[in-house]
């Protein structure tokens, strides 16, 4: 499992480098670089803490993709999700190309910060909720989890995911790169409402959970 944690890790870089220097049509990308410095060790922490900690979550988080999604729903759910995480990247990129904006550097930084703020909120979920797979599903044993960050809110992995996002064009020196979040943010409500008629259906105590815990992804608003 270590080994093919490892592989799969290894391949992270290569599809970062691709998504990020094609569009850009050059190497000479400081930001990039940094981006994906500051992506590629964030993961790395994470996936050494689970390999330590927690391997069958490690094992769960392995399993990701629209082909691992046993929901037909969450199958395309995913694929446009994957398409617009896609374009956070692809569009900084081409704005880099063409110069459509200019970002401060204190701005860049900032990007970075959030992307590293991302990753410390996944670790919390991982460390809280060791059932947190990569996929919608119920496994043997699974009870609902409330404490910590969920006792918060119900999606805290989501709300993670949208602070990386967010940061992400700012990272990467791209004012126009925010034009994804709207659709970011549409990608994952739409996921999180699906998962949540899933749980509600085979997660037994899930009902009241949600009755508790009023905002699913943004305290006080949402």
């Known amino acids: 499992m270590h080994r093919r944690a490892a592989g799969k890790f290894l391949q992270l870089p290569i599809i970062l480098a691709v998504l990020l220097f094609l569009p850009a049509g050059t190497v000479r990308y400081w930001q990039a670089w940094l981006f994906i410095g500051v992506f ?32 037909k729903s ?40 959030l992307i590293v703020l991302g990753f410390f909120g996944a670790y919390r979920v991982l460390k809280e909720n060791t059932y947190s797979a990569s996929t919608v599903q119920v496994t043997s044993g699974q009870r609902v989890i409330s404490t910590g960050p969920y006792a918060l809110v119900r999606h805290p992995m989501y709300s993670s995911a949208l602070v990386m996002l967010l940061g992400i064009p700012l990272a990467l020196g791209s004012w126009w790169g925010l034009i994804t979040m709207p659709f970011n943010i549409a990608a994952i409500a739409w996921r999180l409402l699906d998962e949540e008629r899933f749980l ?11 009755e508790q815990v009023r905002h699913r992804l943004l305290r006080f608003v949402w």
């Open 74 to 113: 969450q199958k395309i759910i995913m694929v446009v999700a994957l398409l617009s995480f896609a374009a956070t990247g692809a569009l900084p990129a081409l704005d880099h190309r063409f110069g459509w904006s200019e970002v401060p550097v204190s701005v860049v930084i900032v990007g970075d910060a």
């Open 40 to 71: 590629v060790v964030s993961s790395l922490a994470i996936t050494i803490y689970l390999a330590i900690e927690d391997p069958a979550l490690l094992e769960r988080r392995m399993r990701a993709g629209p082909a691992a999604e046993q929901e």
């Open 200 to 210: 509600c259906r085979n997660l037994p105590g899930y009902v009241q959970y949600r």
